[in-house]
């Protein structure tokens, strides 16, 4: 599977941003996909997840009810919508593609990584 991220930039606080992460293969719709971010000087964290049926979606605390993710399979296509935007959800952010045995919140339980697109939420 291979990831390209897109949809960062800068984006006022209070304002709203959809992140995109378009993926290629044929295997895509089987796969849980989730999203991290890394602001400057901290570890890689989780942001959210989805099943592969898009049936299930998991979040991280901080995020919840601010963020909704979601997945078009016919488009290969899974999506972060982010309301409400704080300067600390600033970072860049990675959409991956989960492996079979990992835990859904580290990343070690992903194997495959896009690029990372960059926003930044200003006050």
């Known amino acids: 599977v291979q990831l390209q991220a897109s949809g960062g930039g800068l984006v006022q606080a209070g304002g709203s941003l959809r992140l995109s992460c378009a993926a290629s293969g044929r295997t895509f719709s089987s796969v849980v996909m989730g999203w991290f971010r890394q602001a400057p000087g901290k570890e890689r964290a989780f942001v959210a997840a989805?099943?592969?049926?898009?049936?299930?979606?998991f979040y991280a605390n901080s995020v919840k009810g601010r963020f909704a993710i979601s997945r078009d399979n016919a488009k290969n296509t899974v999506y972060l919508q982010m309301n409400n935007l704080k300067s600390e959800d600033t970072a860049v952010y990675y959409c991956a593609a989960k492996n079979f045995g990992g835990s859904l919140y580290h990343t070690a339980g992903y194997d495959y990584w896009g690029q990372g697109t960059e926003f930044t939420v200003s006050s």
């Open positions: 989805i099943s592969a049926s898009g049936g299930g979606t």
